[in-house]
């Protein structure tokens, strides 16, 4: 028997995952500005260190989700100062088979130089085609069982 959530509409924010993700030399243009493909790129890499971090530790394969929209608001650019960008990201919303990420990517000083927002799918690789998201993969993405705990543990 599968978990799967009878309706889900959330648009609570969760906890913000924030991780580091060094940058290469060729991740900058002649001008020295990180080229704009590269923001997609470490999102992409901080999206998967999100899933590792978040799933694996609760003994959850990572599921599998298609990006079906991204959009990316280029702020300020990226020098070749910046040695790490700093990636904080949130998932903002959750509906029925897809949820909503917003990343910040941030350069050395911690100044946001491009929001990053990313609708993802959830995948059934049999059938090739979208699936509910569990009530589990729903704990994980909002992590409330450690909100739950925590309300719990302050009684």
Not at 63 to 70: D, K
Request: charged share 25%; net charge negative.
């Amino acid at each position: 028997m599968t978990e799967t959530a009878a309706h889900v509409e959330s648009s609570t924010p969760g906890p913000i995952h924030s991780c580091a993700i060094p940058v290469r030399w060729t991740d900058f243009d002649r001008f020295g500005h990180m080229s704009n493909s590269v923001y997609v790129e470490l999102a992409q890499e901080a999206r998967m260190r999100f899933a590792i971090d978040e799933f694996l530790p609760r003994g959850l394969e990572i599921p599998t989700v298609f990006v079906r929209r991204l959009d990316a608001d280029y702020l300020a650019p990226v020098l070749t100062d910046t040695t790490a960008v700093t990636v904080d990201t949130q998932v903002i919303s959750i509906g029925h088979t897809s949820f909503t990420s917003r990343q910040k990517l941030k350069d050395r000083h911690g100044k946001i130089c491009c929001i990053i927002e990313v609708v993802q799918i959830a995948m059934d690789l049999h059938t090739s085609s979208p699936r509910p998201i569990s009530e589990r993969e729903i704990s994980v993405l909002t992590r409330a069982e450690e909100t739950k705990a925590l309300s719990n543990g302050s009684n």
